[in-house]
């Protein structure tokens, strides 16, 4: 009797590769650095951070210097600073990051986009001043929210004039964008609130703006007290009207809605971020980042002694690293591309990933999502609809479910 | 061995009062297993065994153990105590002489206690009884001898008091066994004549057939035939249960053992049929088993519709290890192809379908439990309804009938009230009640055995505390008004989710089973409406919200992986389902038609 049989579940192929942070990344590569130091950790936030009081920055540093060395990219078209809280270092360390990161990739003569994130209580003019200096031609500032109740629940350590503050510490600094983050549907809020506080935030005129829903990520504070019933989410159908208005409010005011949650002025679209979404290759340095090269996409450890023992050469444990078949890099090429406004080329998308069209699964699925109502099609380019947007998740997972098969 | 030196005995009981860990003992005192390479119920070897703490199938071994300078040759066999798998324990009473009746001294007398010291009585076995857990503060050996008497009429004033914790008494026990148990009747000149009594599956030596020699010898090189299957094979292995597979030459008269034969169609070798020499003399068949009577019925449907055939590979497979099942192909219009099968009871079915997962890498539906209906058309021709599906329209038939058990229960007298009170919610007739002792009581009622299955043992637990046990078996069918509760997902029927109850009961139930869907369907991009309806008339009814917002706000380069992984995994929980028009229906969602608070 024949026992062995194959069965439909997944196989994925392991990848072969034994280190992947040795495959070299193609000069141009986009460069993502992680400063992995705050001010204070905030509950909601499952970025990997700590608060860098008492903790060893300067070792850190040195560590993320040398990594930047050893795998920073060549040449990178952008390059975006994040973390964490890289505007909590101060000058002097600022310097020597981006002097290494200078003389290893050359970045300021082949980036078109240099973004540094930036907190209200480590932004000021001097702080902004240097950042251009160094070659930023963006600062994100981190606002959250504009009331001060809401800013003591998010954990926040700055106050509402800070915000502002540190926004005009950018203007003066003459960088060419700002960007301005902020996160809506904390327990309690209204609409007629959340519509006051964007019209404040768009009255600055920042060329760039995120607006985050709430979400309650596995392992936060956030999410065990919501388990513990301390905090409670906000309903589904409030959720939806803050994300309408949200949409409504930039629309009016000419923003463009590139991005599910991200808006611009005309030609201000972060490009760092535009690659993730059309699923390009990059290097990301620092603990927690991760790094997409020739199609392997890997992880740096979360944890500080475990990345800076890799980091300077020795011996590293990466967590995790995966490389997907063809069918399955497809459907994640469509489920970020659908993120997007432009949306996705199913036959670029196609010739990205090595698929041919009689193994394409997912455009049959994107015909049936068509004929929902979700998704349409224009010129071989497809998009989510009005509907098929605000259940984004609903219809990816679909489409990716063809490349589970 | 010379047969008079054999002794061939079981171990039963109510489900935990230490069978397998008194088995544990003897292996340590009589030297077959080290005590390095000792665990915890040992003989408990299954995955699920070990998980659940019970003992499903029945395991042989053989000990040796020295009385007044001689050696004797103990075959034990160590059976399982629920109630589901009382089969197992007839089967290896066959194989049997003798039965160590073993109480737990700090409970008493139990349901399974009285069932299996009855089947032991049938089978015309030696019964030694045995009061187990001495080493408890709170056991009365005493009175639970008196209750042993009282209960089965069995002697029980010289009752051996063992711990099988401590191995306190346990060589007295071994003694007792040589002592009592008669030697196997076996002829060793006679013709060879074994039973088949299990078998299991081995992907390198094909089917390991187990038995009991009950004339004549068996040598290895042997050409062996079966006399159910004429099938001839060569006996390539032979050898005994000391408890792991030992090779021998030849296996006698009175003696358990196993044979290989490189046997690879699981067609050839049946459970229960007779094993002699090829073109010997003429031999005859012996009793064999009887037929198990299925009690509940539940469907299997694959996954992924194409996997039929590799379901039906894994159920012929596995019913080789356990004959007391039984699947006919079926078909749903929600689910497909599939198989209906028939199990002893709730934690059998629970215990083959977790072994299809597991052994055979089987991704299944499996439908809600249910039991046999019957109906009675005018002329007074009777047709069994399998499955609530195949009920005709009312018009088609003059009465409904459903399957009555006697059910025998054991209580401390305090629960009796409660006992009767949910005895009667679940339409039980009362027959009768005997006090075992002054704290005791044994309690009979004919009920439906739908109501069984539907929620009555968790009732009986919680109405006892625990204490209560029981025990059943099928006497009859029994004509009543029932009717046929129909599920309904956005208009259309669900046949397998609807089932069959008693019209007083419909409303209750309906509504019941709709709270569960409601929980167990995911929220789809459309309003999901649910109903209950007998007929035409809709009894209940719910709805599931349309999913309105189901976006993710962030997503970087840093997380691209993770949060794909949240994706797909929201979706590969929904390969656990079926599409029944455009609503998926999780796996979970089909046994929604079962009670119990978490079903
Ligand atoms: N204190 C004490 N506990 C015991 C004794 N014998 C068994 N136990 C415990 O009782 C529980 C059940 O023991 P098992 O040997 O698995 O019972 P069983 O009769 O084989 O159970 P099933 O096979 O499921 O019917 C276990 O937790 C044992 O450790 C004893 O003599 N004293
Ligand atoms: S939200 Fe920003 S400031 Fe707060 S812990 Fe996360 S990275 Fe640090
Ligand atoms: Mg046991």
Redo the contacts between chains.
């Keep these: 009797m024949e026992t062995s049989r194959t069965t439909s579940r997944e196989r994925q192929t392991a990848p072969d590769i034994q280190r992947p942070w040795e495959i070299p990344a193609a000069d141009g590569t986009p460069l993502y650095v992680h400063v992995p130091f705050c001010e204070a950790k905030c509950p909601y936030c499952d970025f990997f951070s700590v608060a860098g009081e008492g903790q060893d920055i300067e070792g850190s540093l040195e560590a993320l210097i040398s990594e930047v060395e050893r795998r920073g990219p060549r040449s990178p078209r952008t390059v975006f600073v994040g973390g964490g809280t890289p505007s909590w270092l101060s000058i002097d360390q600022l310097e020597r990051l981006f002097g290494a990161m200078q003389s290893r990739t050359g970045y300021r003569d082949s980036a078109q986009e240099v973004t540094v994130e930036c907190n209200p209580e480590s932004l000021d003019e001097e702080k902004a001043r240097a950042l251009v200096e160094l070659g930023a031609t963006r600062l994100s500032i981190g606002f959250q929210s504009l009331r001060p109740e809401t800013l003591e629940l998010f954990g926040r350590v700055h106050g509402v004039d800070d915000s502002f503050a540190a926004f005009q510490a950018a203007r003066a600094a003459g960088v060419a964008a700002v960007s301005v983050d902020l996160i809506f549907g904390a327990e309690g809020q209204t609409v007629g609130e959340w519509r006051e506080d964007l019209t404040r935030v768009l009255d600055l005129k920042p060329e760039h703006l995120s607006c985050y829903g709430l979400t309650f990520e596995e392992g936060t504070l956030f999410t065990r007290w919501l388990e513990e019933g301390r905090i409670e989410r906000i309903p589904e159908e409030e959720e939806l009207e803050l994300f309408r208005a949200t949409r409504e409010l930039t629309s009016t005011r000419g923003y463009h809605a590139y991005e599910v949650s991200n808006f611009c002025l005309s030609g201000h679209e972060c490009h760092h971020n535009l690659n993730y979404w059309r699923n390009g290759p990059y290097v990301g340095i620092g603990p927690g980042a991760a790094s997409y090269v020739s199609g392997t996409r890997f992880g740096n450890p979360r944890s500080l002694e475990a990345w800076r023992r890799g980091a300077k050469g020795g011996e590293a444990s990466l967590p995790w690293s995966e490389t997907l078949n063809p069918s399955h890099r497809l459907a994640e090429t469509w489920w970020l591309g659908l993120r997007l406004a432009e949306g996705l080329d199913a036959s670029a998308a196609r010739e990205h990933c090595g698929v041919s069209a009689s193994e394409d699964l997912c455009l049959p699925e994107a015909r049936q999502l068509a004929e929902e109502g979700l998704l349409v099609e224009r010129g071989g380019r497809w998009r989510l609809t009005g509907e098929g947007l605000e259940l984004a998740d609903a219809v990816s997972g679909r489409l990716l479910a063809t490349g589970l098969a | 061995m010379q047969t008079e030196r054999i002794r061939n005995f079981s171990i039963i009981a109510h489900i935990d009062h230490g069978k397998s860990t008194l088995a544990d003992r003897m292996l340590e005192h009589t030297g077959a297993v080290q005590r390095r390479e000792m665990r915890d119920q040992l003989l408990d070897d299954m995955e699920l065994e070990r998980e659940r703490g019970i003992t499903i199938k029945a395991r042989a071994v053989t000990i040796e153990h020295e009385v007044d300078g001689e050696t004797y040759q103990l075959n034990l066999i160590d059976t399982p105590g629920h109630v589901d798998f009382s089969y197992e324990v007839q089967k290896s009473m066959q194989a049997c002489e003798g039965a160590l009746l073993l109480v737990d001294a700090s409970q008493g007398v139990e349901a399974q206690t009285v069932a299996n010291a009855y089947l032991a009585v049938e089978q015309d076995l030696e019964i030694i009884p045995v009061l187990n857990k001495i080493d408890l503060a709170h056991s009365r050996p005493d009175e639970v001898a008196e209750e042993i008497e009282h209960s089965l009429a069995i002697d029980a004033s010289d009752a051996l008091a063992v711990s099988a914790k401590s191995g306190e008494g346990v060589g007295a026990v071994l003694d007792r066994v040589v002592r009592e148990i008669p030697p196997p009747e076996g002829d060793l000149d006679a013709p060879l004549q074994a039973l088949i009594f299990d078998a299991v599956y081995d992907?390198y030596r094909g089917i390991i057939v187990y038995l009991r020699l009950f004339n004549g010898v068996l040598t290895k090189r042997a050409m062996t035939r079966m006399l159910g299957t004429g099938k001839v094979y060569e006996a390539i292995e032979i050898g005994k249960f000391s408890p792991n597979m030992t090779k021998c030459d030849e296996l006698r008269a009175g003696e358990v053992g196993y044979l290989v034969s490189n046997i690879?169609?699981?067609g050839d070798v049946r459970i229960g049929d007779t094993l002699t020499i090829n073109k010997g003399p003429e031999v005859e068949m012996l009793p064999g088993y009887k037929e198990p009577v299925h009690m509940v019925f539940a469907d299997f449907y694959p996954t992924?519709p194409?996997?039929f055939e590799?379901l039906r590979?894994a159920l012929e497979?596995l019913s080789l290890t356990d004959s007391s099942f039984s699947f006919h192909p079926e078909t749903s219009d929600a689910l497909g192809f599939g198989f209906r099968c028939g199990f002893l009871g709730l934690l059998h079915m629970e215990i083959i379908q977790q072994r299809l997962e597991r052994e055979h890498?089987m991704?299944m539906i499996q439908t809600a439990p249910s039991v046999t209906y019957m109906i009675r058309k005018a002329g007074g021709e009777e047709e069994m309804i399998r499955s609530p599906g195949q009920l005709p329209p009312r018009d088609h038939y003059e009465e409904l009938l459903e399957p009555i058990a006697r059910v025998s229960m054991l209580v401390p007298t305090e629960y009796l009230g409660n006992l009767m009170q949910i005895s009667v919610d679940h339409r039980g007739t009362f027959v009768r009640q005997d006090h075992l002792s002054p704290t005791r009581v044994q309690v009979e009622f004919d009920m439906p055995m739908g109501e069984i299955i539907y929620d009555f043992y968790d009732k009986l637990k919680s109405a006892t505390r625990g204490y209560g046990t029981l025990n059943y078996e099928v006497t009859g069918f029994n004509a009543d008004d029932l009717v046929k509760l129909q599920i309904l997902v956005n208009g259309d029927e669900v046949d397998a989710l609807s089932c069959i109850v008693h019209r007083s009961q419909a409303d209750m139930r309906g509504r019941a089973v709709l709270k569960k869907l409601r929980k167990e369907i995911p929220r789809h991009?459309f309003e999901v409406r649910l109903q209950a309806a007998i007929g035409s008339k809709i009894i209940a009814r719910e709805s599931i919200a349309a999913?309105?917002?189901?976006?993710?706000?962030?997503?970087?380069?840093?997380?691209?992986?993770r949060k794909?992984k949240l994706?797909?995994k929201?979706?590969?929980g929904?390969r656990r389902m079926r599409q029944v028009g455009n609503v998926d229906i999780p796996q979970k969602a089909f046994l929604s038609v079962l009670g119990g608070d978490d079903k």
């Design positions: 992907e690879k169609s699981l992924n194409g996997e590799a590979d497979t890498d991704d991009m999913l309105r917002k189901d976006v993710t706000a962030k997503c970087y380069g840093g997380d691209i992986t794909r994706l797909e929201q979706k590969a929904k």
